[in-house]
C-alpha cells in the first residue's frame, strides 16, 4: 500500500459518537477517483469483487431491516428502475394469486410471535427472517421517494423492506385499538416527527435523541395484542385484532352530566379502561341512580376507543 491515498485522515465525528474517531480518504483519494465510474474501473483492474457494475451503478445499502438503491441512473427521478435492480421483493406480476393469512403478537409494542399456518416463530431474528421472507413473496414493501436530505439538496431513492412494512402495518393498527387517544396524539405530533428528523440526520448520539425516546417505551406498555393479516400482491390487509387491554362492545349510548364525567374519566384510571370495567361501573347504585336521573340531561358518549 505504497500510494499515497491509502493514507488516511483521523477527525472527530462531528455529529456521531464523540468517542470515536472517522477515517475518512484524503484529498488525494477524490482527485484519483473523480467518480463511481473509476472507483469501478480500479475494481476490475486489481480483480476486487463488489456488485456494482458499469450496467448497474447504482449503490446499494443492505441489512436485515431493508436495502437502499440509488445513485447511477436513480439521480433521474423520472427513470422507471430496472425490473432487476430490486432484490428483496417480487414483482406484483410474480406475486402468488392467493392471499397468504398470518398473525403477529406483540407484547409492549414488540412483536414477539408470528404464526404462519403451523408454523410459528418467536426469535426476534427468525420473526424478522419469516417476515421478509413473505414480503418478498407477496412483492410487499417497495417504495421510490424523493427526500430532502440534511444538507438541502433533494435526492431519489429506492428501498425494499418486506418485513418491516408488514411489522408496521400490524402495529399501527393495534395501537388504535390499545393506545390512549392523548399518548398516541402527543407520540404522533411530536415523538415521531423529531425522532425522524434526529436519526436521518444522524443525531444519534445526542441528548435530544436520548430525550425523545425515552418516552417511547411508556408510550407502549398497553400495544398488547393481537393482529391478524391478509399478505396479497404487495398489499398488507388487516383481517382483524384482539387485545386483553380492552374489549370494544356496542351500547353504552347516553348518560347524565354525572355518569358522563365518571365515563369520561376511564382513561384516567386503568380499573375503568376496558368496557368490563365500564359494566361494573354502571351497575353500582349510584351511578345507575344518576344515569336515568333526568331525561334532559341525556347525552351521547364521547367515542370509546
Given at each position: 500500500?505504497?500510494?499515497?491515498w491509502?493514507?488516511y485522515?483521523?477527525s472527530?465525528a462531528?455529529f456521531?459518537?464523540?468517542?470515536?474517531?472517522?477515517?475518512q480518504?484524503n484529498a488525494?483519494?477524490?482527485?484519483r477517483?473523480?467518480?463511481r465510474?473509476?472507483?469501478?474501473?480500479?475494481?476490475a483492474?486489481?480483480?476486487?469483487p463488489?456488485?456494482?457494475t458499469v450496467a448497474k451503478?447504482?449503490?446499494t445499502?443492505?441489512?436485515?431491516f431493508?436495502i437502499?438503491?440509488e445513485a447511477g441512473?436513480?439521480?433521474?427521478?423520472?427513470?422507471?428502475p430496472?425490473?432487476?435492480m430490486?432484490k428483496?421483493t417480487s414483482?406484483?406480476?410474480?406475486?402468488?394469486?392467493s392471499?397468504?393469512?398470518?398473525?403477529?403478537?406483540?407484547?409492549a409494542?414488540?412483536p414477539?410471535?408470528?404464526?404462519?399456518?403451523?408454523?410459528?416463530?418467536?426469535?426476534?431474528v427468525?420473526i424478522f427472517?419469516?417476515?421478509n421472507s413473505?414480503?418478498?413473496k407477496?412483492?410487499?414493501?417497495?417504495?421510490?421517494?424523493v427526500e430532502?436530505?440534511f444538507?438541502?439538496?433533494?435526492?431519489?431513492?429506492?428501498?425494499?423492506?418486506?418485513?418491516a412494512?408488514i411489522l408496521?402495518?400490524?402495529?399501527?393498527?393495534?395501537?388504535?385499538l390499545?393506545?390512549?387517544?392523548?399518548?398516541r396524539?402527543?407520540?404522533?405530533q411530536?415523538?415521531?416527527?423529531?425522532?425522524?428528523?434526529?436519526?436521518?440526520?444522524?443525531?444519534?448520539?445526542?441528548?435530544?435523541r436520548?430525550?425523545?425516546?425515552?418516552?417511547?417505551?411508556?408510550?407502549q406498555?398497553?400495544v398488547?395484542?393481537?393482529?391478524?393479516?391478509?399478505?396479497?400482491?404487495?398489499?398488507?390487509v388487516?383481517?382483524?385484532?384482539?387485545?386483553?387491554?380492552?374489549?370494544?362492545k356496542?351500547?353504552f349510548?347516553?348518560?347524565?352530566?354525572?355518569?358522563f364525567c365518571?365515563?369520561?374519566m376511564?382513561?384516567?384510571?386503568?380499573?375503568?379502561?376496558?368496557?368490563e370495567?365500564?359494566n361494573?361501573l354502571?351497575?353500582?347504585?349510584?351511578?345507575r341512580?344518576?344515569?336515568f336521573?333526568s331525561?334532559?340531561?341525556?347525552?351521547?358518549v364521547l367515542s370509546?376507543i
Amino acid at each position: 500500500m505504497a500510494d499515497s491515498w491509502y493514507v488516511y485522515v483521523l477527525s472527530r465525528a462531528k455529529f456521531g459518537d464523540p468517542q470515536r474517531f472517522v477515517r475518512q480518504p484524503n484529498a488525494e483519494f477524490y482527485h484519483r477517483f473523480a467518480g463511481r465510474q473509476a472507483l469501478l474501473s480500479y475494481a476490475a483492474e486489481k480483480q476486487i469483487p463488489v456488485k456494482q457494475t458499469v450496467a448497474k451503478p447504482w449503490s446499494t445499502d443492505e441489512n436485515l431491516f431493508h436495502i437502499s438503491y440509488e445513485a447511477g441512473i436513480l439521480e433521474d427521478p423520472n427513470t422507471t428502475p430496472p425490473a432487476d435492480m430490486w432484490k428483496l421483493t417480487s414483482s406484483l406480476d410474480d406475486a402468488p394469486t392467493s392471499p397468504e393469512f398470518i398473525s403477529i403478537e406483540f407484547k409492549a409494542g414488540l412483536p414477539v410471535k408470528v404464526t404462519v399456518g403451523s408454523e410459528t416463530h418467536t426469535d426476534a431474528v427468525d420473526i424478522f427472517l419469516a417476515l421478509n421472507s413473505l414480503g418478498r413473496k407477496h412483492g410487499i414493501g417497495r417504495i421510490d421517494i424523493v427526500e430532502n436530505r440534511f444538507i438541502g439538496v433533494k435526492s431519489r431513492g429506492c428501498y425494499e423492506s418486506p418485513g418491516a412494512t408488514i411489522l408496521r402495518v400490524a402495529h399501527i393498527d393495534l395501537e388504535g385499538l390499545t393506545l390512549d387517544r392523548n399518548v398516541r396524539a402527543l407520540r404522533d405530533q411530536f415523538v415521531t416527527i423529531e425522532l425522524g428528523r434526529i436519526l436521518y440526520n444522524g443525531h444519534f448520539f445526542t441528548p435530544e435523541r436520548e430525550f425523545v425516546m425515552s418516552a417511547i417505551p411508556a408510550s407502549q406498555r398497553t400495544v398488547n395484542g393481537i393482529v391478524r393479516l391478509k399478505l396479497y400482491k404487495g398489499n398488507v390487509v388487516v383481517e382483524g385484532r384482539s387485545s386483553d387491554e380492552v374489549s370494544c362492545k356496542i351500547g353504552f349510548v347516553c348518560c347524565s352530566a354525572d355518569g358522563f364525567c365518571r365515563v369520561y374519566m376511564m382513561r384516567s384510571n386503568r380499573r375503568w379502561t376496558s368496557w368490563e370495567g365500564l359494566n361494573q361501573l354502571i351497575q353500582r347504585d349510584s351511578f345507575r341512580s344518576s344515569l336515568f336521573a333526568s331525561k334532559s340531561m341525556l347525552c351521547t358518549v364521547l367515542s370509546l376507543i
